[in-house]
């Protein structure tokens, strides 16, 4: 594409705009939209109904915007088809777990899932403890296997968020159930 | 004049001058490390800054902008990574002139371009802001509303690649700003019950999980994909006598110098208008007014020049819009808007009016700023190459274990980190869905202002709507608002007939940047013959020989 150093390697696993995703959020704003509308006819358009009177000048475009995005998708972004830009660079010669892992949106979960994972962390031993526990794994996932220098840059990274927030900022930081 | 003097007083102060300090040395490293960005760098220590002085912290932040903007240069020039799309456009003459043993050349042209332009950006910004200050003051609840409004389609127009969606992500962030009590009556809506939420969204977590987290979700991507490593070991072998050079080529040229600054502060004026976009629009210009246009894209400094002096210029510009008029120009500027709320100061003009020495401190310390970047960036060239060979595995964990601390740390809640969280997950799907996030972010700060001002004007005008057009600067706010549509649907519309502008070559170049595509593109860079292809075409198999690897990381979401 541009003769560069190297190739687009963005549509391993799943292309990243899929038509779904593109219709999350105006199919979302439109029902808003309705919602509002509805809550509107029924309650009238006064003062105690969710303001109405300004909400109407945020709800309205957001409808007609998302009614534009859902029948006329092309409307955003007519030069490019998305799919066109991503397929090219599918590659064919990758096992089904390889492209799993490779997955972007495996990858975009495992990072979400980790941090829910750092909230219940959080509630049983702590944030220190929890966040290194984080970090640990976290990195494990991204690939990490060294334990030399992980583990030094752990220890030392939750020892300067505890001297910035407990010490100099005077912030608690959470413990968990068992005081830590 | 007394608030130019107390500004200037609040910045000679030790604390904020250590704080600028600080800000710069984080922006440098900052802008060294693929995904990383000034919007980020600032979100993930917003939390921090409510535990300072508000001039510290404003301080720290226009640093780390300031610093981040510079140190862009360095990848760009010598690894061919641009950690943002701005500067996307300084890897085309830069990289060619590393490719040619020029490397520490380009990095001085690079520098004094960067100080020069944002010195000459600054030093204009600093003049308008005091007659803005005095026409602010006209400005009713009607004139706020629709500047708001013109703010907010501006940005959701300019910001990623399709202005729908770029509107509909406005609507978003002004519908989730709506959630909470009425700033008049107090009656709460959309809080869904949560007690937590009568107050409204707070700022912090919306920008954590907007920018930090998503930016590192899409890293992730790449890292564990094994797409990008930022450890390429190559050195500057010509040495601190070359950087002397390029300063003095810089030098050679004051009237593009001169030019790209201004042009910079014009397009940094404009909201919505990024880096990306002013630095094509200056490098065009440049190539157009320069003796040697054929050369440009192989190597030729005045390229640099052209990019890097706009780019510091816009920083400069952004702040007058931000501070005059509370309307952010960028991702960064609205991190900056975020913190000036929570210690309780509203956006707008009432920031010139009421607190113009603090205004002032922030356009000093982002002067000061520029200025030692040039001993600084001497001092810290070599050493801060060894920041881009931090990995990717190690990184993220630490960026995201810092913002959950940050999050949490605001209210004490851990509410709040699975607010963060929820916005994270929006951030992802709608950067995934082509959504760009900073309209929805502009959205979440303006909302409150435009709503507030949206009431008062309603009961002013006794519910009239003619009220909204009823001074002279509302009818001529009305017409900008109604120029800015006409202009959106040409633009849509030569774009559907496969007409481009560079405005549109900025959005492609930061798109392209987005999908992996390694390295700017020069024949999207600007329209016209002899873009000059040895740009973003090294010789085969160099980038490997450098021990480079594939793709670029994605560029920060920031315009």
């Known amino acids: ?180 | 004049m007394s608030n130019v003097t107390a500004g200037l007083e609040l910045l000679i102060q030790p604390g904020t001058l250590l704080f600028v300090l600080l800000g710069l040395v984080i922006g440098f490293l900052v802008g060294l490390i693929p995904g990383m960005s000034a919007a980020n760098a600032c979100a993930i220590l917003l939390p921090f800054t409510l535990h300072v002085p508000l001039v510290h912290g404003l301080a720290l932040m226009v640093a780390i902008y300031g610093g981040t903007t510079y140190s862009m240069a360095i990848p760009a020039i010598v690894l061919n990574i641009p950690t943002e799309a701005g500067a996307a456009c300084t890897a085309l003459d830069g990289y060619p002139m590393a490719l040619k043993g020029r490397a520490a050349e380009a990095i001085g042209v690079a520098r004094l371009a960067s100080v020069t332009g944002g010195i000459i950006g600054i030093g204009i910004a600093l003049v308008l802001l005091t007659p803005l200050a005095s026409a602010a003051l006209k400005f009713g609840p009607s004139e706020l509303f629709l500047i708001a409004v013109i703010g907010m389609t501006i940005i959701g127009g300019v910001v990623g690649n399709s202005p729908v969606k770029g509107f509909l992500s406005g609507a978003l962030g002004f519908l989730i700003a709506g959630m909470g009590a009425n700033p008049l009556t107090g009656i709460t809506r959309l809080s869904f019950g949560q007690v937590d939420l009568f107050d409204g969204v707070p700022f912090i977590p919306a920008v954590l999980g907007l920018f930090a987290i998503t930016e590192m979700t899409f890293l992730a991507r790449r890292a564990r994909r094994g797409t990008l490593t930022s450890g390429p070991k190559i050195t500057l072998r010509s040495g601190m006598g070359s950087m002397t050079d390029g300063l003095r080529t810089t030098a050679q040229h004051p009237a593009a110098v001169l030019r790209s600054g201004l042009l910079g502060l014009v397009m940094g004026l404009v909201p919505g208008i990024g880096h990306s976009v002013a630095n094509y629009i200056s490098y065009a210009v440049g190539k157009s007014r320069s003796k040697h246009p054929e050369t440009f894209g192989t190597g030729n400094p005045e390229g640099i020049i052209a990019s890097e002096g706009c780019d510091n210029a816009v920083s400069g510009g952004s702040m007058v819009p931000m501070l005059a008029l509370g309307i952010p120009h960028s991702a960064t500027t609205a991190v900056l808007l975020s913190a000036l709320t929570l210690h309780g100061i509203q956006p707008g003009p009432n920031v010139l009016t009421s607190h113009g020495d603090l205004a002032y401190a922030v356009l000093f310390a982002l002067f000061l700023a520029n200025l030692l970047i040039l001993p600084l960036g001497v001092l810290l060239s070599l050493p801060m190459l060894m920041v881009t060979r931090v990995r990717l595995n190690i990184l993220i964990p630490t960026v995201l274990v810092v913002a959950v601390v940050g999050s949490y740390a605001y209210r004490q809640q851990v509410f709040d980190v699975g607010l963060t969280l929820v916005f994270a997950v929006i951030g992802i799907a709608m950067r995934a869905g082509g959504f760009p996030v900073v309209p929805m972010l502009i959205g979440i700060v303006l909302g409150p202002t435009a709503e507030q001002n949206f009431l008062l004007a309603r009961t002013i005008g006794r519910g009239q709507v003619s009220y909204f057009f009823s001074s002279p600067i509302d009818k001529v706010l009305a017409a900008i608002l109604l120029a800015i549509l006409i202009l959106f649907i040409r633009q849509a519309i030569r774009r559907r007939h496969g007409k481009s502008n560079v405005i549109q070559a900025g959005r492609d170049a930061q798109d392209s940047l987005q999908l992996g595509v390694a390295g700017p593109t020069p024949a999207m860079a600007v329209p016209g013959p002899a873009a000059g292809p040895a740009g973003a075409a090294p010789e085969p198999g160099a980038a490997e020989r450098d021990g480079l690897r594939a793709s670029p990381p994605p560029p920060s979401d920031s315009p």
Do not use: C
């Open chain 1, 1 to 180: 594409m541009t003769g560069n150093t190297g190739t687009n390697t963005h549509g391993r696993g799943q292309p990243l705009q899929s038509k779904l995703i593109q219709s999350v959020f105006p199919v979302a704003g439109l029902a808003f939209t309705v919602i509002f509308l509805f809550n509107v006819l029924n309650l009238g358009f006064n003062e105690t109904t969710a303001e109405p009177a300004l909400f109407i000048f945020i709800v309205l475009p957001l409808g007609v915007l998302s009614l534009i995005l859902i029948w006329w998708p092309r409307a955003a972004d007519p030069a490019v088809p998305d799919r066109e830009r991503t397929a090219a660079a599918v590659t064919a010669d990758t096992s089904r777990w390889q492209r799993l892992y490779e997955n972007d949106w495996t990858i975009s979960a495992g990072v979400i899932a980790g941090l829910v994972l750092l909230l219940v962390f959080m509630h049983f031993i702590g944030l220190l403890l929890g966040g290194g526990l984080f970090m640990a794994l976290m990195g494990l996932f991204l690939g990490y296997r060294n334990p030399l220098y992980g583990i030094p840059i752990i220890v030392g990274l939750m020892a300067l968020i505890w001297l910035v927030f407990e010490y100099l900022l005077e912030v608690p930081l959470p413990k968990g159930l068992w005081g830590i």
